[in-house]
């Protein structure tokens, strides 16, 4: 059985390193083998929007990395976001990245408790 990792994501997608350095590393375990759940709360739904234009100075467009996350997990990765999350920013299930699904706070707590190893970013 394969070890999994859940990486907790409460940063806005640009203006630190927290949501690429975490998109990062969910690229590095699900290529060691690992499968991944990957949460977004608070300011973080930001980055499962899709079409980004990254601000300029070498930042990368999240909602692509995060497309190319879901595609290469395919069934190894579980990406959800917080509905309470993106209801507090007018946001809907349906303007989300594709393979990214809304999730209540107990979904997203029984996806972290069946975890391996959790990193917070």
């Known amino acids: ?5 859940c990486l907790v994501l409460d940063h806005a997608p640009y203006g630190s390193l ?4 975490a998109i990062r590393h969910a690229g590095g375990a699900l290529g060691k083998g690992w499968d991944v759940v990957l949460a977004f709360m608070g300011d973080s739904v930001y980055t499962a929007l899709p079409g980004q234009s990254a601000p300029p100075g070498g930042w990368l467009s999240l909602s692509e990395a995060l497309g190319g996350i879901v595609k290469m997990g395919e069934d190894r990765v579980r990406v959800l976001v917080d509905q309470d999350s993106l209801a507090a920013r007018g946001l809907s299930a349906g303007e989300l990245v594709p393979g990214v699904h809304p999730a209540a706070a107990g979904e997203i707590a029984s996806a972290l408790a069946g975890c391996d190893k959790t990193l917070l970013f």
């Open 18 to 21: 927290q949501p690429a350095e």
């Open 1 to 5: 059985m394969p070890s999994v990792l």
